[in-house]
């Protein structure tokens, strides 16, 4: 797989606080094509102690040219658009009618509002909001995600699991992702090594479609058998939000990367072809989905503040597909990310 040529980074943009209004009127993010991938005739899988199916899976029509390079780049363009809304929904002036008007502009199908009760959400504080939006940006992707049969591919992949919850604050029944524990692991770990090698920033635009393949040079990290803790950083680097920290461009090819390394931990043999088709299937759900639950800036400020979500354990490979080692969630894991 042929490595990304190196991408320049500019000077990091002074934010402006966003107004309430403005926010509230803005239009919806940009829609992005749905993207699927075929992959041929797949042999039988092999046989795993841990009773799962670690083969290929077969999933819809073949990929477009020009379909990666659309996809992620919107998911780009949405990460911000969401951080600015979440910012805003924070203010404490911000009039409950606007919120409530948001909630009505990104529930594109209209499901979602039908699980809301509209007058407790008008009385909910910035805190309050900004836990409701969690949920309710959530299901309002999933539902969108299995009408586009975006899910078909993570759910036979195990990369979630789609749960039913009750009673979110006003939301009176939502889906929610589970994510798996390897995946998030992965995550957490390309996240760590890309601290220690040097903080975000803001990133240009792709030049080519190689500059949105996965770093090839945090693979080794992946299956290092001990974490390696990050240092430098304090909480006050993430005062600014985690976009300041990490470019959402570099946030988006770490996920790429974790999702190669968990493709590959699930079929050693998987062809090439088929993961580069499979990256450009899986990326852009994981992380938009791992962008609207926080997990993305659980799994940072975890690393930051020195208290991870999740921890490497050594084992003999049975169940981890030959890593020699799996994850589980920390106290604070379990409370953000479980």
């Not at 920290?245 to 770490?254: C, R, T």
């Not at 899986?282 to 921890?311: E, K, N, Q, S």
Request: charged content about 30%; proline content about 7%; aromatic content about 6%.
């Amino acid at each position: 797989m042929a490595k990304g040529k190196k991408v320049g980074r500019t000077a990091k943009a002074k934010k402006k606080k966003p107004s309430p209004k403005a926010k509230a009127k803005r239009k919806a993010p940009v829609k992005r094509k749905a993207v699927t991938v075929v992959a041929p005739g797949p042999p039988a899988p092999e046989p795993c102690s841990c009773g799962h199916d670690h083969g290929p899976v077969e999933m819809g029509p073949a990929l477009q040219e020009g379909d990666w390079r659309s996809a992620f780049g919107d998911v780009v363009d949405f990460l911000r658009y969401m951080d600015d809304i979440v910012r805003a929904i924070g203010q404490d002036d911000i009039p409950p009618e606007e919120f409530i008007t948001l909630l009505k502009d990104l529930d594109e199908l209209g499901v979602t509002m039908k699980s809301l009760d509209v007058e407790k959400a008008k009385g909910l504080g910035p805190d309050g909001r900004k836990e409701l939006f969690k949920y309710f940006i959530s299901d309002v992707f999933i539902k969108k995600m299995r009408i586009q049969r975006e899910l078909d591919a993570l759910e036979a992949f195990e990369v979630l699991k789609v749960q039913e919850l009750e009673d979110r604050g006003p939301l009176a029944i939502c889906d929610y992702p589970l994510m798996s524990r390897m995946l998030l692991g992965l995550v957490q770990t390309v996240i760590a090594a890309h601290l220690l090698r040097a903080r975000g920033g803001t990133v240009e635009s792709p030049d080519s479609e190689d500059d949105l393949m996965p770093d090839p040079a945090l693979l080794d990290s992946l299956w290092a058998e001990e974490d390696k803790p990050v240092l430098g950083f304090t909480e006050e680097d993430l005062a600014e939000g985690l976009w300041n920290l990490i470019s959402p461009f570099d946030m988006l090819k770490l996920t790429s990367t974790a999702v190669m390394a968990y493709l590959t931990w699930r079929d050693p043999k998987m062809a090439e072809d088929i993961m580069v088709e499979g990256l450009a299937t899986l990326t852009p759900p994981v992380f938009i989905l791992m962008a609207c639950t926080d997990a993305l800036d659980a799994l940072t400020r975890g690393l930051v503040t020195g208290r991870p979500m999740l921890r490497k354990v050594q084992d003999d490979g049975t169940c981890s597909k030959g890593a020699r080692f799996h994850f589980v969630l920390t106290e604070e894991g379990q409370k953000k990310l479980a």
